[in-house]
């Protein structure tokens, strides 16, 4: 009885084995070339800039939320004035309320960030606007649009803030609302040139 050799059917799958441990150099630009026409017809779709905008809308929105929080919970006055030039807002915690800053006093700032600036908008949340910052009682310290949160929790004036990328591409808007008697907020996208509530 012959038995026929079993090493070399076992030599031959090594051997195929090895061969097929990697990719070839052929094979990965293939795929990196797919990778790069799926990537170059997505990203003109992607619109970065509006992240940047929701970014500086909610910063807006956290600080005069903050400031609110700390008029009640300090039991002093919190003034929030706009420097529109810069693209930044001055938080002043006011521990005589007398609406400017003191020795003592503890003053900071929140900026906008990158590429988001106060502008005013095509039209605002009722109807059309002269100004990036507006109220019917807004204050103006040191030459800065300026609301006061107050002890009780309520606000100087009403308020609504518009903010857009630099490239101020359409939907690119947002705005920020204060109710006076509260100093609730609120923001907005403005998308199809409409106003829309923005998520929390």
Known sequence: ???????????????????????????????????????????????????QVDSGARTVRFALQDAERLAVTRQYDVVVSFDVVNNRLRILEDGNNNDRVDSGERVTYAALGNGVHFKIPPAGLSGPVAASVIGS?????????????????????????YLTSSKELANDWRAIQVVQSTGGTDWYRYLNNLWRAGST
Do not use: K, W
């Not at 061969?19 to 990537?39: D, K, P, T, Y």
């Open 1 to 51: 009885m012959t038995t026929l050799p079993s090493a070399a059917p076992s030599h031959v799958t090594a051997a195929r084995v090895v061969r097929r441990r990697g990719f070839s150099a052929l094979e990965l630009l293939i795929v990196c070339a797919i990778v790069g026409i799926f990537a170059t017809l997505a990203y003109p779709r992607v619109n970065f800039t509006q992240f």
């Open 137 to 161: 009682n807004l204050e103006m310290v040191n030459g800065m649009p300026t609301i006061v949160f107050r002890r009780d929790g309520g606000a100087s004036t009403d308020l609504e803030v």
